[in-house]
């Protein structure tokens, strides 16, 4: 039986996933999508963690996290792609960058792909 913080995590991740997607189609802050994506994929790896009683740390860099869930089943090892994609999206979005920085409507989609790969694999895994 899943936790209750374990659920609490996923209905949270839910808000962020949900949000991001209602966005996609009416509106051009981008950015902000991109950043609810990243939120959502944070918040399935910790509600992963937190299920199966790992090391929660309080952390935002999902390859982290990655490794972290990767300790109770190695074939996580899948999600790390949409990791990688999304992990930027924490900084980059929110904050004045010395580097190139581009959010449209495609790296929205794209990051909504990524976004809903974390959040299957997880939701299956924990059977929710």
Avoid at 92 to 104: E, G, I, K, L, M
Wanted: negative net charge.
């Amino acid at each position: 039986m899943l936790p209750e913080i374990a659920k609490e995590w996923i209905d949270k991740a839910e808000e962020d996933y949900g949000f991001a997607c209602a966005g996609i189609e009416c509106t051009n802050y981008f950015p902000q999508i991109c950043f609810h994506f990243q939120q959502a994929a944070e918040k399935y790896l910790k509600a992963f963690i937190v299920a199966n009683d790992l090391e929660f740390r309080p952390v935002h860099n999902l390859l982290e996290l990655l490794e972290i869930c990767r300790q109770n089943n190695p074939n996580l090892e899948e999600l790390r792609l949409a990791c990688r994609f999304l992990n930027p999206f924490y900084i980059d979005t929110r904050y004045p960058v010395h580097w190139p920085a581009h959010y449209d409507k495609n790296t929205a989609v794209k990051a909504k792909e990524m976004a809903a790969n974390i959040r299957s694999w997880i939701k299956k895994t924990l059977n929710v």
